[in-house]
Structures are given as structure tokens and as C-alpha cells.
């Protein structure tokens, strides 16, 4: 008889995605199935549309200071009209940059301690002992947050570098930046049943490795639909619960274990 960890080898790259990238979805289903978890998942959902709001509040302050402040000083003229788009573009950029750093860190500290309230609650329903389960820490919030932060900053900044090679560098560096980031949102997903799992940072990139078509797929839709206004933060709530339900299926002993370790180790 074949073992679940076989069965699971034995399904197809594109069918793996393919449930990586319904999970959401089926999240979605599950939360309206039990709405009672809506208590919780509505927490997240509303902080992540306030941040939103705040940090779009700042790029519009931005510009109209950009617009009273700045735009009087240049001079007339072609030179002036090219003077000032450089700076605009150069300023654009730089505050684009910052709010979305602003944007991701408050994301991950404050919406992710949320979503970890609602993840345990869905892991309690799917029937996964209180005592082999821990709280998720701030401290582990603030620095993964950071962490994440960085890796998305150097990923995207380095795959800027692949437009400088003729001809394909283009298509390389969308292909990067698409694969890797993929991979770290479908990895911010699934993270919440291995964190509340206590499992090491070690043990989570194994897990993601050994499931790494499920991970892109979640990651490639969260990264399509997250960041959309409006539907992102209602589609981000529901991509948890659906991490966590591909988990019970892809981890049969889900529900058992020994005590769990400490995730900062």
C-alpha cells in the first residue's frame, strides 16, 4: 500500500500548483461555513484596509507637498519641465519604496498577529490538540516582518539588474522576481500552522521544498489578488485558512505531534 508521503510525490507539478492556487478559495468556502470565524477574520481584514488607506494618505500627501513646495523652484523652460520630471520620477520612486516597506512591516506585525489569532482558532476546529499548538510571539512577528521585508527589497532590486542584459534580460528578470516572490508569499501562507506547530526555520524550508509546487501556487494568486484595494485584505484572511487546510492535506499527522519547539530557535 503506498504511503501518503508517496501518493503526494506522485502528483503532477501543474495539479499540485493548481490546489496551491485554489486555496484560497477554499478558505473562502470554509469561513462561510463556519462564520463564527468571522469574529476573528474580520479583524485582520479591517487593519489591513486602515494601514492601506494610511500609507496611500502619505504617497497623496507626498505628491501635493511635491506640488506646492517644489514645483515653483524649477525654471522655465524645457530644461526646468526636464529637471523637474527627473526629480519627480527620482521622488516617486523613493516614496513608492518607502511606503511599501511602511506598508509590508505594518502587514506582517500588526495584520499578521491577527491572522495568527484566526489561524489558531481554524486549527482547534479541524480538531489539533490545544497543547501541541503555541502562541505565536510578537518578537517572532516584528522580526520575520523585517526579514521578509528585506528579502522581497533584495529579490525585486536584484532582478532589476537582469534588464541591463540585451534581449532576454527582461524576461529573465520578470522571471525571477515572479518565482522567488511567489515563493515567499506562498511561504508567509503557510507559515502560520508551522509556526503555531513550533516548527524551526530549518524544518519550514524543508516542508516548503518538499512542497514546493503547492507554495508557488498559493504564493503566485496571493501575489496576483493581495494587492489588489479592497478585495487584497478579504483575499489575504481567506489565503491563511486555505494554507491551513492544504496543510491538513498534505500532513496527515497534522493533528499529532509532541510538544512544539520554539519557532525563534
Not at 481584514?45 to 504617497?59: K, S
Not at 515563493?183 to 524543508?206: C, I, N, S, V
Request: glycine content about 10%; charged content about 10%.
Amino acid at each position: 500500500m503506498a504511503t501518503a508521503a508517496t501518493q503526494i510525490d506522485a502528483v503532477p507539478w501543474s495539479h499540485a500548483f493548481g490546489r496551491g492556487f485554489a486555496a484560497p478559495w477554499h478558505g473562502f468556502v470554509y469561513l462561510c461555513k463556519q462564520p463564527t470565524l468571522w469574529l476573528y477574520g474580520i479583524v485582520p481584514v479591517l487593519l489591513n484596509l486602515v494601514i492601506t488607506a494610511f500609507v496611500l494618505a502619505i504617497l497623496i500627501a507626498a505628491a501635493v507637498a511635491f506640488q506646492v513646495y517644489l514645483h515653483p523652484i524649477f525654471p522655465e523652460g524645457w530644461w526646468g519641465v526636464l529637471l523637474e520630471c527627473v526629480t519627480a520620477l527620482g521622488l516617486l520612486v523613493a516614496a513608492g519604496t518607502l511606503a511599501f516597506v511602511v506598508w509590508m512591516l505594518l502587514l506582517g506585525i500588526l495584520v499578521g498577529h491577527s491572522l495568527g489569532l484566526l489561524a489558531k482558532r481554524v486549527e482547534l476546529q479541524l480538531g489539533t490538540p490545544a497543547d501541541q499548538m503555541r502562541d505565536i510571539p510578537w518578537k517572532y512577528q516584528i522580526v520575520d516582518s523585517f526579514r521578509d521585508v528585506g528579502m522581497l527589497l533584495a529579490i525585486n532590486g536584484g532582478s532589476l539588474l537582469l534588464h541591463l542584459i540585451p534581449l532576454l534580460g527582461s524576461v529573465l528578470g520578470v522571471g525571477v522576481s515572479l518565482y522567488f516572490d511567489s515563493l515567499l508569499f506562498g511561504a508567509e501562507a503557510f507559515d502560520y500552522p508551522l509556526m503555531l506547530r513550533g516548527k524551526r526555520r530549518d524544518e519550514k524550508w524543508k516542508f516548503l521544498k518538499a512542497h514546493q509546487p503547492y507554495t508557488l501556487g498559493l504564493g503566485f494568486v496571493t501575489l496576483l489578488v493581495g494587492l489588489v484595494p479592497l478585495i487584497g485584505p478579504i483575499f489575504m484572511t481567506t489565503a491563511v485558512v486555505g494554507a491551513i487546510l492544504l496543510y491538513h492535506e498534505l500532513e496527515p499527522t497534522a493533528r499529532q505531534g509532541g510538544v512544539p519547539s520554539d519557532p525563534e530557535a
